[in-house]
T-cell receptor
């Protein structure tokens, strides 16, 4: 059974640009969550989608957005990139609601903003 | 707001010894707790979880203890191996979080040969 796949794995952008990250969940999983991880920090929740609907959103500015498609694949977008957006962006999928069972994480997309 | 904290950011343990990683949580109404392991360059991986109606749960070489009186969670790893080197995160599920886990900052476990 294939795991959670995130693309691209690494990318470098400059300030002001925008970026789109992709996440393919485990087959059959309908919930996809996104997290930002910076050095020395825990996982900061961005948003969670279930059946194409955003059910929950963390405390990030509107430059961070996401969506989920009918096949459960999800994308997140960051516009007008800032240096502080440099981080590892993790996607996790689960069968149902995230807080009641195991989350399956991808290996992340490492974004560097110059 | 609620937060999950860890007592030690780094823990060094001799190979073969037992490791104990601690975690404090702030919401006494949290009903679900989970531990994840993150190896370098990889995403977090589930280790073990526990619900608030239990005080202990065992897995393969791991045990999670929950003390609701002092709002404390611990992960015990028996006979620590080099492959246990990683950052360990605890997370809690407060009842008013819309099922969104609240994550701790993590503890880095270093195994000494």
């Amino acid at each position: 059974k294939a795991g959670v796949t995130q693309t691209p794995r690494y990318l470098i952008k400059t300030r002001g640009q925008q970026v789109t990250l992709s996440c393919s969940p485990i087959s059959g999983h309908r919930s996809v969550s996104w997290y930002q991880q910076t050095p020395g920090q825990g996982l900061q929740f961005l948003f969670e989608y279930f059946s194409e609907t955003q059910r929950n959103k963390g405390n990030f500015p509107g430059r961070f957005s996401g969506r989920q498609f009918s096949n459960s694949r999800s994308e997140m977008n960051v516009s007008t990139l800032e240096l502080g957006d440099s981080a590892l962006y993790l996607c996790a999928s689960s069968l149902s609601v995230p807080g009641t069972g195991e989350l399956f994480f991808g290996e992340g997309s490492r974004l560097t903003v110059l | 707001g609620e937060s999950v904290g860890l007592h030690l950011p780094t823990l060094s343990v001799q190979e073969g010894d037992n490791s104990i990683i601690n975690c404090a949580y702030s919401n006494s109404a949290s009903d679900y707790f989970i531990w994840y392991k993150q190896e370098s360059g990889k995403g977090p991986q589930f280790i073990i979880d526990i619900r608030s109606n239990m005080d202990k749960r065992q897995g393969q070489r791991v045990t999670v203890l929950l003390n609701k009186t002092v709002k404390h969670l611990s992960l015990q790893i028996a006979a620590t191996q080099p492959g246990d080197s990683a950052v360990y995160f605890c997370a809690e599920n407060p009842p008013d979080s819309n099922y969104q886990l609240i994550w701790g900052a993590g503890t880095k476990l270093i195994i000494k040969p």
